[in-house]
């Protein structure tokens, strides 16, 4: 599913990523685990393409089979909105919107027809809690409800992989568990594999694997 090799990342000189290689396999949960600074958002921004490594000699990211380096920006945009998904410990919903508008967004901006990307929103919405909050805007919403909105736009696309950037990290403990756990049975009900990266020792030890970055590597 996702295949890394030598990703570096610069920042001037500051050399954020060394040469970090790995392998991702389809419906696999994989955490991301490390101290402040290591690199993990970094390399999810990166296997997520929403920034791009430092080239470097043999440097290759695959992603079902697609290698994203070679995209120009149209290409990856098209890319991204049909096969990732992703959420962040800030849900970054829209305030305008209503739940059911939220999710729908990505739905529009990869040219989908509104009225059977409503009905398939809506059922992401039955299916995580929220069909009494489809009509309500973030700021109705408690924190895990919207965390939960956000999931479902995560997944209005049916993308492959989903990217999770500290997920439950802004919510209280038992909303952040019945997310974690809402990670495993989407698993297991849609084949998606997910790369999390958290803080949360509960949610990467629930993980089929955990990777552990050390100053811009991943651990052996």
């Known amino acids: 599913m996702i295949t890394a090799k030598n990703i570096h990342k610069f920042y001037d000189s500051l050399q954020v990523l060394k040469g970090v290689d790995l392998h991702i396999e389809k419906g696999e949960i994989v955490s991301i685990v490390g101290a402040s600074g290591a690199g993990k958002t970094t390399l999810l921004q990166i296997l ?3 920034d791009k490594p430092s080239l470097e000699n043999g440097t290759s990211l695959l992603i079902n089979n697609e290698e994203i380096l070679k ?4 290409s990856l945009s098209k890319f991204r909105n049909q096969h990732l998904g992703f959420i962040f410990q800030f849900h970054q919903l829209l305030p305008e919107f209503t739940a059911l508008e939220n999710v729908c967004i990505p739905a529009y901006i990869g040219g989908k027809e509104k009225t ?3 009905i398939e929103a809506k059922k992401l919405l039955e299916y ?3 069909s009494h909050r489809m009509d309500h805007k973030p700021s109705e ?4 409800e919207q965390q939960r909105v956000a999931v ?3 997944l209005i696309n049916k993308p492959a992989v989903i990217f999770a950037d500290e997920p439950s990290g802004n919510l ?3 909303s952040a568990e019945n997310l974690h756990q809402l990670f495993f049975k989407l698993r297991d009900e849609f084949g998606q594999t997910f790369v999390i990266v958290t803080h949360n020792e509960e949610l990467a030890n629930m993980a089929d694997r955990k990777l552990v970055m050390v100053d811009g590597h991943i651990s052996k």
């Open 128 to 130: 995580l809690g929220l």
């Open 172 to 174: 209280d403990t038992t």
């Open 116 to 118: 059977a990307t409503e």
């Open 71 to 74: 995209m120009n920006d149209k």
């Open 48 to 50: 997520g393409t929403l």
């Open 152 to 154: 479902a736009r995560a």
């Open 141 to 144: 919403l408690s924190g895990g």
